[in-house]
Nanobody
């Protein structure tokens, strides 16, 4: 099993940037499809980015395209979410998630697709 721990959240002004980290332990993240989700107060948890274990398939929510970028450092066993041009509507708790890779090689968009979750990190964007 893999354990995930997010960090890097905080308070930032609109237009600013943050980089979230998701450090994995227990197993190599190279064996996992990954996702970043977020949940704002009173709203459902939604997928922000989903990417296959190989990186060959990726999904970016329309709301973050061109602003957010996923990266993976297998040597550090860590994935990152670089967030630029932040907006107040990006305010949420951000979670990384993992699922054991499948032969299909695709990405997964549903919360129930993922079996492993971090504890979340709060991102607050002020206007």
């Amino acid at each position: 099993q893999v354990q995930l721990v997010e960090s890097g959240g905080g308070l930032v002004q609109a237009g600013g940037s943050l980089r979230l980290s998701c450090a994995a332990s227990g197993r190599s993240i190279s064996s996992y499809d990954m996702g970043w989700f977020r949940q704002a107060p009173g709203k459902e948890r939604e997928v922000v980015i989903a990417i296959s274990w190989s990186g060959s398939s990726a999904y970016y929510a329309d709301s973050v395209k061109g602003r957010f970028t996923f990266s993976r450092d297998n040597a550090e066993n860590t994935v990152y979410l670089q967030m630029n041009s932040l907006k107040p509507e990006d305010t949420a708790v951000y979670y990384c998630a993992a699922r054991s890779r499948t032969l299909g090689g695709g990405y997964y968009l549903q919360r129930l697709d993922y079996g492993y979750w971090g504890q979340g990190t709060q991102v607050t964007v002020s206007s």
